[in-house]
């Protein structure tokens, strides 16, 4: 009587490819059926049978490894898995618009003596006027820029940029810029649906500026679309001195959307409410009618989620239908990105209000249009590329480690990370304590990259929004001090030994492009170590090469490299397998013909 008792406790849940799967299956065949099949050869039928169920088994193994390893943003292998992941972690993964500064020369007309600027010629640069370089990447002005003649000193006195004066008055100013091109695309809704999406048909939009409908209704952008109101900045007289001041106010918005990045499509995603749902005016709003209220409870507002959204919802904002939207975007491409020093040269759309237009007269209001000039003497930085997955875990899993808020220097790390996409990116942040100082503040070091993704120090603009934003989340104790990372261009010279049958005139060019590729995939850490060991495994994982002798760094300085000098020589640890760097430097292989060698 055939033994089949399978009771025995022998599966094993560790088995899990093709081969052990078989092979485990093949073992109780042979235990449990003994007598009931015996063909055991590769070319029966029993063997099909047996493949089958164990390439089934292998991919329904597969399948539930890949569920599970997409709900961690470290494994993660598709678009969607990294997005969710990020999300979560609040690392916006999007390309975000550049940022940086210019400085502005702007005329003041002379009065009839000649020894003083027209009192009348006051007038404003508008936020919103559209620069440009000679290859045509545009930059807009990000604040209004006043001239006051009583109160501006001019800089310089000279011909008018034009030559139709002899004496003018020009003031410099520096103003605060972000870099895109400015475009709209329009989209029809049509009947009431429930979370609608609308796709931005440009995969190089950084930034949704405005979405209008046809009736004119204007639709706010929201971090979630359970927030319903938006802090907004305002400008208003002061009582007292009668001069304009800035303040923010809480404006409701039953109408907003949320801007987010799902794979590779960038989506708009509005609520589910209409217009007899409106429960709240378009008017300013009184801050604590807007959280969650109970008795004998003090209350203070949470950056990270607001409860009482969620138990007294208008069904996340009023969403369209039936109606046109007219959406305006700021454009980021490959040609439009990060930009170099010195590139912005002219205003091309120039957006002016001046005070007195009767006193001043239009000649001279055509004047000072007509000789507005500007530069940049800083790059524009802050649209960062994440080269890997790995990268993206790494920021990711900083981020959540800082929950919010930033206590220690590994959450301050984190939080950098985590920097609202309006403010631009950096590319990597390091923190370390100062011990010579007396205060023990903290150091944040911190580097941005320019158009072809290298390493750049980041502008003066990118610098100051990280420190506003770390501001807002770190203890209340400490001090925190931001800084350059020193950047330090490395060379490699490589001494090789080919395998036998290998060409020499064509090897060097594949070792240089598969070594570059693989130092490329990653970004190193602030003060992070050069691993000569590293470089000798990716070079050992090629076939072509039979044994690495030596690799010899050294440090590339001229043109296109940064003026960073360091001794190598007493910085390499005593196996040779690393050289040390300090907690401020950051490493940098620029370019594929920094790596030269000898083949033998």
């Not at 390439?55 to 898995?81: D, H, I, K, P, S």
């Not at 690392?91 to 002379?110: A, D, I, K, S």
């Not at 044994?547 to 960073?564: A, E, I, Y």
């Amino acid at each position: 009587m055939p033994n089949n008792d399978r009771g025995l406790p022998n599966t094993e849940y560790t088995s899990v490819t093709f081969d052990e799967i078989k092979q485990k299956i093949l073992n109780r065949a042979e235990t449990y059926y003994p007598d009931t099949y015996r063909d055991f050869s590769k070319t029966s039928f029993g063997s099909l049978m047996f493949d089958l169920v164990a390439m089934v088994g292998e991919q329904l193994n597969f399948y539930a490894q890949f569920v599970a390893n997409e709900g961690f943003v470290e494994f993660a292998r598709t678009g969607m898995g990294l997005t969710a992941g990020a999300r979560r972690a609040g690392v916006f993964l999007g390309e975000t618009p550049p940022q940086g500064t210019v400085v502005l020369r702007l005329p003041m007309v002379v009065s009839e003596d000649q020894v003083s600027p027209d009192l009348n010629g006051g007038y404003t640069l508008m936020k919103g006027s559209i620069m440009a370089s000679e290859s045509g990447q545009q930059v807009e002005l990000a604040e209004d820029i006043i001239i006051n003649p009583l109160t501006d000193k001019h800089v310089t006195t000279s011909y008018s940029t034009d030559g139709t004066r002899s004496l003018v008055y020009y003031v410099e100013k520096r103003a605060n810029c972000i870099a895109g091109e400015i475009k709209k695309f329009v989209v029809e809704v049509g009947q009431y649906n429930h979370f609608l999406q609308v796709e931005v048909p440009d995969m190089s939009c950084t930034e949704i500026l405005d979405v209008i409908d046809t009736e004119g209704n204007r639709y706010y952008e929201v971090g979630n679309l359970s927030l319903n109101t938006i802090t907004k900045e305002i400008r208003d007289k002061d009582a007292d001195s009668g001069e304009l001041v800035e303040r923010m106010i809480d404006l409701p918005v039953p109408r907003r959307f949320r801007f987010f990045e799902e794979g590779s499509r960038k989506l708009l995603e509005f609520g589910y409410g209409s217009e007899d749902t409106l429960k709240i005016k378009n008017q300013p709003a009184h801050s604590p009618d807007f959280f969650l209220q109970r008795h004998s409870r003090k209350h203070v507002s949470d950056r990270v989620m607001v409860p009482g959204k969620y138990l007294k919802s208008d069904k996340y904002g009023v969403g369209p239908q039936n109606t046109t939207l007219t959406i305006t975007y700021r454009s980021n491409s490959s040609d439009n990105s990060n930009i170099a020093i010195g590139a912005v040269t002219k205003i091309i759309t120039p957006e002016m209000v001046f005070d007195n237009e009767i006193d001043f007269g239009q000649p001279n209001m055509d004047f000072v249009r007509n000789n507005l000039s500007c530069t940049n003497d800083e790059p524009f930085n802050g649209l960062v590329r994440f080269q890997s997955t790995k990268e993206i875990a790494v920021t990711c899993q900083a981020a959540i480690g800082a929950q919010g808020r930033a206590v220690t220097a590994r959450d301050i790390t984190g939080m950098s990370y985590a920097m609202p996409p309006k403010f631009g990116k950096i590319r990597t942040a390091a923190v370390h304590r100062d011990s010579n100082g007396l205060r023990r503040n903290l150091n944040l070091y911190c580097i941005s990259e320019d158009e072809e993704g290298n390493l750049q120090t980041a502008s003066s603009l990118l610098k100051k929004n990280l420190k506003k934003w770390i501001g807002s989340v770190k203890m209340v104790s400490d001090t925190i001090d931001i800084y350059d990372a020193s950047i330090l261009n490395l060379g490699l010279h490589l001494d090789i030994t080919l395998a036998d049958k290998e060409d020499l005139n064509t090897a060097m060019p594949r070792i240089r492009e598969f070594l570059f590729e693989e130092i490329s995939l990653t970004t190193p850490e602030i003060g992070q170590a050069f691993s000569i060991g590293e470089i000798e495994r990716i070079l050992n994982l090629m076939p072509m090469i039979s044994r690495v002798n030596k690799v010899q760094v050294k440090v590339k300085s001229g043109t296109g490299f940064s003026d960073t000098r360091y001794d190598i020589s007493p910085n390499v640890a005593p196996d040779g397998s690393m050289v040390y760097m300090p907690e401020d430097f950051i490493w940098e292989i620029k370019k594929q013909s920094d790596i030269t060698g000898v083949i033998k």
